[in-house]
């Protein structure tokens, strides 16, 4: 629907990746992590991701969360290429692109 190919990847030994995403015409490779927490997502998840990130060489990364994400977490996210997506973040995109 965005325009990427998405391949699950998830389960025993994953890294910490859940999805593998491409766009062949923005030439991107994206990585990203689901959490469906009841309590926030804390910063030694982001750090945990960010290794993964790296050691995938892709050019972003999200981590999807139903909940939302401490404040010590967003702040070690800021200026590096991982987005984080909250819950309400979540329901808006489904709403925009899922209607």
Known sequence: YMGYSVTRVGGSGDGG???????L???EKMIVQCKRYAG??????????????IHSKVN???IVTT???TKEAQYWARGKPIELVNG????DLMMTYYR
């Open 17 to 23: 990746i859940d999805l593998m995403c491409e766009s």
């Open 25 to 27: 015409a923005f030439n």
């Open 40 to 53: 926030k997502v804390g910063v030694g998840i982001v750090r945990d991701f960010y290794g993964a990130f």
């Open 60 to 62: 972003k990364g999200f």
């Open 67 to 69: 909940s939302d994400f």
């Open 88 to 91: 309400e973040k979540l329901k």
